[in-house]
C-alpha cells in the first residue's frame, strides 16, 4: 500500500511569488491536513479537508490556502510569499477523524 | 485549543537501556493520542495510538502510557537501538465531529549511544 506522497520534494522561491504543493493521501483516506514544521514553532496546524470540504483551519494568514479533489488527493497554496514562510510543510491522511494520521516526506520550501 | 509540551528537548541513552520520553497535554478532553517519530529529512513516523479509554498500549519494543488525573503521556522504549536515535512527538486530538486536527509538543531528541 503506497504511503502519502507529497511533491514536490524541495522549492526556492523569491519573496512575493506564489507557490503550490500537492498531497497524494493513502488509498482510501478522505481527510488530509496539511502542518507547517520549523524549528522555532514545530508543527502547527494550517488546514484539514474531508470530502473536498475544509473542515477545520487554524491560525494561519489568508495567503495559506488549499483544496481537496474528489479522489481526496490535495494541494497547499501560499501567495505573496514571505521568507518566514521557508519550513517544511508536510502532508496528513487519515480514514477519518481520530484515527491513525500518517504523513508524507514533506516540501521543504525556502523562500529568498 | 490543547497544548502539548514535552519534558525534555533531549534524552541521551546507551544502546541497551530503555528510553522514556514524557509529554504533558493541558486539555482534559483530549481523547486520542499518537506518538511520532522523526528523523532528520523525513516526515513524521507513526509509533503508536492510544485512546482515552486505556491506561496503556503495547507495539513492538514500545509502550505508550497514559495518565489522564495529571494530563501526562510517556513512550517507552525498551532496547533502545542506534536506530531509534531521532525526533519523538507526542500529538493530541481533541474529540471533534467535524475535522481531525493535532496539537503537537515541540519534541524531543533521542540520541543512543552505542
Known amino acids: 500500500k503506497a504511503g502519502v506522497t507529497q511533491t514536490p520534494r524541495y522549492l526556492i522561491k523569491t519573496r512575493g511569488q506564489q507557490v503550490t504543493l500537492s498531497c497524494s493521501p493513502i488509498?482510501?483516506?478522505?481527510?488530509v491536513s496539511w502542518y507547517q514544521q520549523t524549528p522555532g514553532q514545530g508543527l502547527q496546524f494550517l488546514f484539514e479537508y474531508f470530502s473536498e470540504t475544509q473542515r477545520n483551519k487554524g491560525n494561519f494568514p489568508g495567503r495559506f490556502s488549499g483544496r481537496q479533489f474528489s479522489n481526496s488527493r490535495s494541494e497547499m497554496n501560499v501567495s505573496t510569499l514571505e521568507l518566514g514562510d521557508s519550513a517544511l510543510y508536510l502532508c496528513a491522511s487519515s480514514l477519518r477523524a481520530a484515527t491513525e494520521a500518517f504523513f508524507g516526506q514533506g516540501t521543504r520550501l525556502t523562500v529568498v | 485549543g490543547e497544548s502539548v509540551g514535552l519534558h525534555l528537548p533531549t534524552l541521551s541513552v546507551q544502546e541497551g537501556d530503555n528510553s522514556i520520553i514524557n509529554c504533558a497535554y493541558s486539555?482534559?478532553?483530549?481523547?486520542?493520542f499518537i506518538w511520532y517519530k522523526q528523523e532528520s529529512g523525513k516526515g513524521p513516523q507513526f509509533i503508536i495510538d492510544i485512546r482515552s479509554n486505556m491506561d496503556k498500549r503495547q507495539g513492538q519494543r514500545v509502550t505508550v502510557l497514559l495518565n489522564k488525573t495529571v494530563k501526562h503521556l510517556s513512550l517507552q522504549i525498551a532496547a533502545t537501538q542506534p536506530g531509534d536515535s531521532a525526533v519523538y512527538f507526542c500529538?493530541?486530538?481533541?474529540?471533534?465531529?467535524?475535522?481531525?486536527?493535532?496539537?503537537f509538543g515541540t519534541g524531543t531528541s533521542l540520541t543512543v549511544i552505542p
Open positions: 500529538a493530541a486530538a481533541l474529540p471533534s465531529n467535524t475535522g481531525n486536527q493535532f496539537y
Open positions: 486539555n482534559s478532553a483530549s481523547d486520542y
Open positions: 488509498s482510501g483516506h478522505r481527510s
